[in-house]
C-alpha cells in the first residue's frame, strides 16, 4: 500500500512540477524582452535554461548596472574587512543567495569543460588560491559577464584562438 501512495505521490509531484515549467515557458513566451534576455544567457557556456530563468528572476536589474554593482548584488564582491592598521582577510557577504546558488553549477560545468572559465580557475589555484576562492571568483566572472552581454544585447561568442 506504501509502495502505491508514494508511486501516486511522485505522479502527483510530476504533474505539478510539469505545469508549473509550461506556465513560466508561457509568461516568458508572452513577452518578447524575456526571451530575447534568456537567449543572450543560455548562450553563455555553462549556464541552461533554468539557471538563467533563475538569474533573471532573481537579478532583474541584470544589464541595466556596472559588472562591480552585479557582483555586489549578488554577493560575489570581495569587501575588505580593516579598520586602522589592522586589516582582515577579504571575503564574499551579503547579496542574494539565490542568484550565487543559480550560478554555483554552471560555474562547475563551465569550470569542467569550457577553456576560459577552467583556465582563470587552474591559474588562481596554481596562484596558491583555495579551490572554493577560485570557484568564486569564475562565479564573479560569470556574472560580470552575463550582466555585460545583456547590457550590448549580444550572445556570447567564443574568442578566436
Do not use: Y
Not at 51 to 68: F, N, Q, R, V
Not at 93 to 109: D, E, I, K, N, S
Not at 118 to 142: H, N, S, Y
Amino acid at each position: 500500500m506504501l509502495r502505491r501512495l508514494l508511486a501516486q505521490r511522485l505522479a502527483q509531484i510530476e504533474r505539478q512540477v510539469a505545469r508549473v515549467e509550461a506556465t513560466m515557458h508561457a509568461l516568458v513566451a508572452s513577452d518578447a524582452e524575456p526571451v530575447a534576455r534568456l537567449d543572450i544567457l543560455v548562450s553563455i557556456p555553462g549556464i541552461s535554461i533554468a539557471s538563467a530563468t533563475a538569474l533573471l528572476a532573481d537579478m532583474p536589474e541584470l544589464g541595466a548596472i556596472t559588472g562591480k554593482e552585479a557582483a555586489a548584488l549578488a554577493g560575489l564582491a570581495p569587501m575588505s574587512r580593516q579598520s586602522g592598521q589592522w586589516q582582515g582577510q577579504e571575503r564574499i557577504q551579503g547579496g542574494r543567495r539565490a542568484v550565487r546558488q543559480a550560478l554555483f553549477m554552471p560555474t562547475l560545468c563551465a569550470i569542467q569543460h569550457k577553456s576560459a572559465a577552467r583556465a582563470k580557475f587552474e591559474d588562481l589555484v596554481q596562484a596558491g588560491k583555495p579551490r572554493k576562492v577560485a570557484v568564486t571568483a569564475v562565479m564573479r566572472k560569470l556574472i560580470v559577464l552575463a550582466n555585460a552581454l545583456l547590457r550590448d544585447r549580444l550572445k556570447w561568442a567564443p574568442e578566436p584562438a
